[in-house]
């Protein structure tokens, strides 16, 4: 079998990325050539985890005295699942034919299977969503392992140590989410944990950093805005402008942040996702299902909010994403992204993502274009938008055309805590469908409430008002939307349950006495004047007591028929 160097030289030899020669970061290629049975990756964002784990993956089954061999990779979503298999793919594709490829004799969303050298074996990749792997043998690679809900991290760490009990290695990569959890202890017990650890900032990256090299040896010795500053690309410059401190710190610079700092704790998101709810987590029904049963199965629990409006129209339903849709709009444009969000409610009152938006470095016109078009498009039947600085033309402009179905909102703390606090609250009554998205779980996990010595408390993520929880905003916006009319629709009945409660918190057992008595008297007084009207009409014989039927009325007056049985 390959060694470690081969391996290196293979990937290098063969393998091509758009057409392009390979260009790894150093990092990269010392992952290539580990050996290590137990590998725990804490990495930055946008480094290229996914990318260089499903390369492995791909190098190890194309290696020709390697028979049989299976890698399983496990991620947060479908979505992410996906995108394993289809970088496996390019990259395969990309070996130019020659004894050094083995034949793909399977191809589909969840699995590359390919002919070993002797004919009678195969060797495969395969990807499912975020589930127990199963027993197969070979590699296992856990993506995102630090988001995944607490009872699936057990379930999927607990399945993996069995799987490679006859050779194969468990590769786990995430970025930081807080103090807790497998990964957390994983990386930070080193006498219980015999693991391979490493450690990936931003500037281990050419594609964040201007200069990996000197950086490695001087970036740890700065600040961490020296460090953006001095080694970082425009992107990255632009990322940290548009974070707070501590979040850009766990996400790009792999520190581990106290989760519970965070308004909204991870634990509540997951409990208004599907398929990450402790409920939709049973490990006997995965036992039990294929690879492609799970994906059916997994694709009928959770989803995904729509990215773009065109898709969002074109794949709407009204009993899948709700008859009405509600819509939040916070606007941005040099550093922050524009954010639209879009919320369905459900004929059982849940309130279900259908759209998440992000447009960056786009001009107001078009922004209102995209919000004109979901108006004009989809059952749109009220949206909130921000109409603070830069969105109060953007709103007025918005609302001489749409009237009273588009509201604006001024960002002030209180406002903003009345909205933090309402999606809290809901995602506490389970009001929620959110869907499995990491990027916006983080999102609404990057909140803190801060005391600002005022009236009000401080709602945000980011340290200029808005920019890093755009998305959250928005939602947060939608979700008001949805609140005011479901109350509007209810204030009929509430006004009247209000007087029904004026009137009554004066009314003493006393009262209540006074009020039954002369009921009562009214009562008999009406009878005492039917019976006195009867009297003048046919005598003192005939009186109408109080209760009697039709049938005994009627024989007082002698209309008693003879047939008693058909009477």
Known sequence: MFTKDERLLYAYTYIQFQQKD???????????????????????????WSFISAMKGLVKAMDPDRLGYTKQFVSYNEEDALEKISYAKQFYESIPDCDAKKTLITDNKSMLC???????????????????????????????????????????????????????TIEMGSSPLGKIGKFYDILTDKDTYDYERYNIPWWFCRDLCIDVPTAVKVAPDLSTEERVETFGTKIIKQIFQNNDYDTFRQEYECDFIDS??????????????????????DLSLCEKMEDEEYWEYNRNIDFQAYKDLDTAILNYKPEAHGETLFLGFDVGRDHDATAIFLIGRMPDGKKRD?????????????????????????PVYRGRMDATGIGKPVFESLHSKLGDRLEGVVFTPEEKEIMAIDV??????????????????????????????????RYDAERNEKGHADSFWAWALANSAVTLTVKKSNN???????????????????????????????????????????KQQYGDSVQITKGKTLKQVNMKFGYEKPDKENW
């Open 354 to 378: 259908f759209a998440r938006i992000e447009l960056r470095n786009q001009p107001f016109k078009v922004q209102e274009e995209t919000i004109l078009k979901a108006f004009k498009e989809l």
């Open 114 to 168: 390919f002919q070993d050298k002797n004919g009678i074996t195969q060797s495969r990749l395969i990807s499912i969503p975020c589930r127990p792997p199963r027993g197969k043998g070979g590699d296992i690679s856990l993506d995102e392992f630090a988001i995944y809900n607490a009872k699936m991290q057990k379930l999927v760490y607990d399945a993996a140590l069995p799987v490679i009990s006859r050779g194969g």
């Open 22 to 48: 390979l260009l790894l970061d150093f990092w990269q290629d010392a992952y290539i050539r580990s050996m290590a049975r137990f590998i725990a990756v804490v990495k930055s964002r946008r480094v290229g």
């Open 424 to 457: 809290k609250r809901g995602l506490e009554q389970r009001e929620f469908l959110l869907s499995n998205d990491k990027e916006f779980h983080r999102q609404i996990h990057s909140i803190k409430r801060t005391s600002n010595g005022g009236k009000y408390f």
């Open 260 to 281: 519970s700092e965070s308004y909204i704790p991870l634990d509540l998101i997951f409990a208004n996702t599907p398929g990450k709810r402790e409920s939709d987590i």
């Open 492 to 534: 009929f009945y509430e006004q009247r349950r209000r007087k029904r409660q004026e009137l009554m918190q004066d009314v003493t057992p006393e009262k209540t006495e006074q009020l039954k008595k002369s009921l009562e008297e009214k009562q008999m007084l009406w009878q005492e004047v039917q019976n006195k009207e009867l």
